[in-house]
């Protein structure tokens, strides 16, 4: 199929990329979904996130404008993850009002060719609401092994399949029914600057009944630097983890059982971490689970890190 082909074909699917002060990797991410074939019409939509000094924007326009691919690029003012990702996704409901299906991938991550094809087959195969894909790990600078098998960088693997729920946004597809039918907006912005605003959009996808898939086909790349692979930023992201499944939880569930939780998950990450200290003989390992609990404990006293707040 031509460019111009491609370009007079009615918008099916949109990509959502939302961005904040990393132009040089949205460059490759960009690169990597203008490069996508498909037998349907698709659409790019850019939020940049950095209404002070928008150059993630400006590089979106460059890049887009000289494809003959429809696109939308906006600023959105109101800092914080989730008010970024659902502006994406207003504009890409609004703007395409045919597409029936709505992709997200990080700007920190390249699609590998054939991923947008395949998200929007398999949906359209099964009927499925959702559909998510392996996000791989590419290390900039090469780690030692206790890191490379840190539990955060692992992700749902295998084959296609049906799957319970989706616990990441970087590489996932969801169909237009899905927005029409819960609450807006789809990410709830008290995750802003806490992250984790997809594992709730996700859980409540999974409450709702919506049909999850894994397809083993739609692989995308993350590029992973080296300030994210110290034992101190792991540490932090492991207290993150356990603050938002306790957040998530106390949307969730009533008050008492979401801080019953505590104390059983304060033990069980001691014995956790034990049994992985004698497996792996790694204190990085090790502390994982017990971390996670110290977050949830944390988040149940108002005390939740902010990684996502921008000092200016």
């Known amino acids: 199929m031509t460019d111009q082909q491609q370009r007079l074909m009615p918008v099916e699917a949109v990509i959502c990329i939302p961005t904040f002060r990393r132009p040089e990797w949205l460059r ?3 690169h990597s979904v203008t490069g996508q074939h498909s037998d349907f019409g ?37 800092q914080g993850n989730c008010h970024a990702i659902n502006r994406a996704f207003e504009v890409a409901l609004e703007t395409y009002p045919a597409a029936q299906y709505v992709l997200m991938i990080d700007d920190d991550e390249i699609a590998l060719p054939g991923w947008l ?34 539990p955060l960088f692992s ?14 946004s970087g590489n996932c597809l969801i169909r237009r029914r899905v927005f029409e039918t819960l609450p807006t907006p789809p990410f709830d ?22 049909k999850t898939w894994w397809c083993a086909q739609a692989v995308a790349h993350e590029f992973v630097s080296p300030d994210r692979t110290t034992a101190s930023f792991l540490a932090k992201r492991s207290v993150r983890t356990g603050s938002i499944n306790y957040m998530i939880d106390r949307l969730h569930k009533p008050l008492a059982i979401a801080l019953l939780k505590n104390g059983p998950s304060l033990v069980l990450g001691v014995l956790r971490g034990l049994r992985v200290l004698l497996r792996t003989r790694s204190p990085l390992l090790a502390s994982h689970p017990l971390l996670m609990s110290v977050g949830r404990i944390a988040a149940s006293l108002g005390l939740l890190p902010k990684p996502y707040k921008s000092s200016s």
């Open 155 to 168: 992700s749902i693997d295998g084959e296609t399949r049906p799957i319970d729920q989706l616990h990441g």
């Open 42 to 78: 698709f659409a790019i939509v850019v939020v940049d996130n950095d209404a002070q000094n928008p150059i993630g924007a400006a590089l979106a326009n460059e890049i887009l404008s000289a494809t003959t691919l429809p696109h939308s690029v906006v600023v959105e003012h109101s």
């Open 28 to 30: 490759r991410t960009l």
């Open 117 to 150: 094809q395949s998200m929007v087959d398999l949906s359209s195969d099964v009927s499925a609401d959702l559909v998510g894909g392996p996000v791989l790990r590419q290390f900039e600078i090469q780690p030692d092994a206790a890191v490379m098998q840190h």
């Open 189 to 210: 912005t008290r995750f802003n600057f806490l992250g984790g605003g997809d594992m709730e959009f996700f859980a409540r996808c999974r409450l709702a009944g919506f």
